[in-house]
């Protein structure tokens, strides 16, 4: 495995993390756990999680994940020996997260009441990196290609959000911060507070990322190499579309797709159809799978600071792992490049 510095800290992870958010829905306790294991075996010491996992957000599954890895703590010790990430719910209406049913908000009081309540689950009495899901103030985060104009009286300050993170780094609950889903300017501006005021820098910035998925090269990469606010790439399989199971049309009963498509929405414009099959019909010709092609391409960019590889098998995780042993060629830049210069940025 390969070790990368998480931002500026001397904290190494793994180029690999594990992803979580199916446990609990897709995936049982007993499965998690397995999942945990075999991925330090393989060496990955990077799990990356969130209060409102799994997905889909739900009342009655809210929080379900991070309990999940809270057990597999609490039965296997020996803490230090891995990086846990988790998250707190950007603006929502997912008021089961609350103990007062409000709108998820990133307001100091629910700062608090959500990292003890993920301290309390995980069974665990710090958290290495924290990060904000996806921003509090209002913005076009998923799925979107455009800007619309914002009523700025809507946000939490971000000076507020950020002096109320450093309470928690003070206090030893939370190691280094992150941000996830977030734009240039979000990430610029969090680091200029954090400057002036002698606050953690965020060491991190979340966002999807894949062939098809290339919105973080606009702005937010030269960010990461310059400022050190590294990618942690999300869907790198384009939720399965780019291990090429779905490439026939049949959809295999128990799969994401399956479950649930709307989930996918992303992935289904014309244009990202197209790119997603000329990935893997491009895998094919290179003589490797999509699925090495999909996630070496994302683990070879320089900004990269980890690739968040998600599976819901230990077969799949298996097939995702060893797709790092395989070497990045010429030729498999040579057709990355082609197939953005042809679709740019399908999916956003
Ligand atoms: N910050 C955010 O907003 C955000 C958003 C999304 C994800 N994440 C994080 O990133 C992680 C990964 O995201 P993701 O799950 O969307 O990643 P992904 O790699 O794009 O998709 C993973 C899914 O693809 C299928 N799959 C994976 N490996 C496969 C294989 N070898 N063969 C066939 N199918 C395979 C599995 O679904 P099926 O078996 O059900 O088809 C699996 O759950 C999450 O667990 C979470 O930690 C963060």
């Not at 958290?127 to 619309?148: A, E, K, T």
Request: hydrophobic share 35%; proline share 3%.
């Amino acid at each position: 495995m390969e070790f990368r510095n998480l931002g500026q800290t001397d904290l190494k992870v793994t180029s690999i993390c594990l992803g979580t958010m199916t446990w609990g829905e897709q995936n049982s306790e007993a499965e998690a756990h397995a999942q945990l294991d075999y991925a330090l075996s393989r060496g990955i010491n990077f799990i990356d999680t969130a209060e409102m996992y799994p997905v889909p957000g739900r009342a009655e599954t809210s929080g379900r994940t991070e309990s999940y890895i809270g057990s597999w703590i609490n039965n296997r010790g020996k803490r230090d020996d891995f990086v846990l990430a988790t998250k707190i719910t950007g603006r929502s209406g997912m008021i089961w997260g609350r103990d007062n049913a409000s709108e998820t908000r990133h307001s100091r009081a629910q700062i608090d009441e959500a990292i003890e309540k993920s301290l309390r689950r995980l069974q665990t009495d710090y958290i290495d990196l924290y990060q904000l899901h996806w921003p509090d103030r209002q913005i076009n985060g998923f799925g979107y290609h455009s800007y619309f104009d914002y009523d700025a009286d809507e946000m939490i300050p971000l000076e507020d959000i950020l002096e109320s993170l450093n309470r928690h780094v003070e206090k030893g609950n939370i190691r280094h911060i992150g941000v996830s889903n977030e734009y240039p300017w979000g990430v610029m501006k969090f680091l200029q507070i954090a400057e002036q005021r002698g606050w953690p820098r965020m060491v991190s910035n979340q966002c999807v990322y894949s062939l098809v998925a290339r919105r973080f090269d606009y702005g937010n990469a030269e960010i990461a190499m310059r400022e050190g606010v590294g990618l942690l790439a999300y869907s790198p399989l384009s939720m399965g579309y780019l291990t090429g199971k779905y490439d026939g049309g049949a959809v295999p009963k128990g799969s994401r797709k399956d479950l649930f498509e709307g989930f996918l929405q992303r992935y289904v414009s014309e244009n990202a159809q197209a790119a997603i099959k000329d990935c893997n019909q491009s895998a094919r010709e290179l003589g490797i799978t999509p699925t090495e092609f999909a996630l070496k391409f994302v683990e070879t960019r320089q900004f990269v600071t980890s690739n968040i590889i998600g599976a819901t098998s230990v077969e799949q995780l298996k097939e995702n792992i060893d797709a790092h042993d395989i070497s990045w060629t010429k030729e498999m830049e040579k057709q990355a490049r082609r197939i953005q210069a042809k679709y740019l940025s399908p999916v956003c």
